[in-house]
């Protein structure tokens, strides 16, 4: 599906989003935040829903004015647009979550120059119609944060032997009971929780993608030739 394709089902853009074109693990953007960010899973989660609230609401909002922006001025409105998004999700997030949001730190402003953010405001949004380009914005977002999560809950386990171990961060003084212990007295794995066992991680993600996509083709190219065997056994002889 090209991104012009204004006849698109919602299912097929939902699709792209979340794997056909995931923005981590096919269009690998936005690495600044994968590298930084997802050392624990509750981070990642952060910042995750973050970006997909940023993504979902540029998506809709350069939809909308697409037939009034001029095509010289786009690329500076866009990234107003942005802007103005993150500064609010920024200011929610000091307001309701203040530990998570000084551990997030410097990250949550550089959402607005996170590329998978622009990249599809100026290759979807502005070319298709809103309920299009709000899918897009939310599919490609839930699809960046499900791979912030998935590696940092990888990261957390191998480099600290927990998971969810700031829950409370997010959900309150009351989630302490989120946290799961695998392995207590662990000493930790250093490389896991800094940026090169992100860069060995995400590799990992990636290469389980490749695989499981080959393996789907295969499947389907094997189930298109076996009729066209059992055809072919079933015509009678000349």
């Known amino acids: 599906m090209t991104d012009t394709h204004h006849n698109g089902s919602l299912k097929k853009i939902s699709f792209e989003g979340l794997w ?3 923005p981590g693990l096919v269009q ?6 994968l590298l930084a960010v997802s050392n624990t899973a509750i981070n990642a989660l952060g910042l995750g829903i973050a970006t997909t609230l940023v993504l979902a609401g540029s998506n809709t909002t350069v939809s909308a004015i697409r037939h009034i922006v001029r095509p010289e001025l786009r690329i500076p409105v866009f990234v107003m647009i942005i802007a103005c998004l993150v500064t609010i999700v920024e200011y929610l997030t000091r307001a309701f979550f203040y530990d998570l949001y000084l551990i997030l730190g410097i990250f949550l402003p550089l959402i607005t120059t996170n590329c998978v ?4 405001a100026e290759a979807f949004a502005s070319k298709n119609p809103l309920p299009h380009a709000f899918v897009d914005g939310l599919m490609m977002g839930l699809g960046f944060a499900a791979v912030l ?8 386990i191998i480099g600290k032997g927990t998971l969810f171990a700031d829950a409370h961060l997010m959900f309150g003084e009351n989630a302490h009971w989120m946290t799961i212990t695998f392995m207590k007295d662990y000493d930790g794995f250093l490389l896991a929780i800094l940026p090169p066992g992100a860069f060995i991680g995400l590799g990992l ?3 389980c993608k490749n695989y499981i996509d080959r393996y789907a083709r295969q499947r389907a190219l094997l189930s298109k030739q076996q009729p066209a065997a059992e055809h072919s056994t079933t015509q009678p002889a000349a």
């Open 28 to 33: 690998v953007l936005g690495l600044c935040p």
């Open 205 to 207: 993600l990636i290469a």
């Open 117 to 120: 953010i622009i990249a599809r």
């Open 149 to 156: 999560v998935v590696l940092g809950a990888l990261r957390e």
């Open 20 to 22: 056909h074109n995931n």
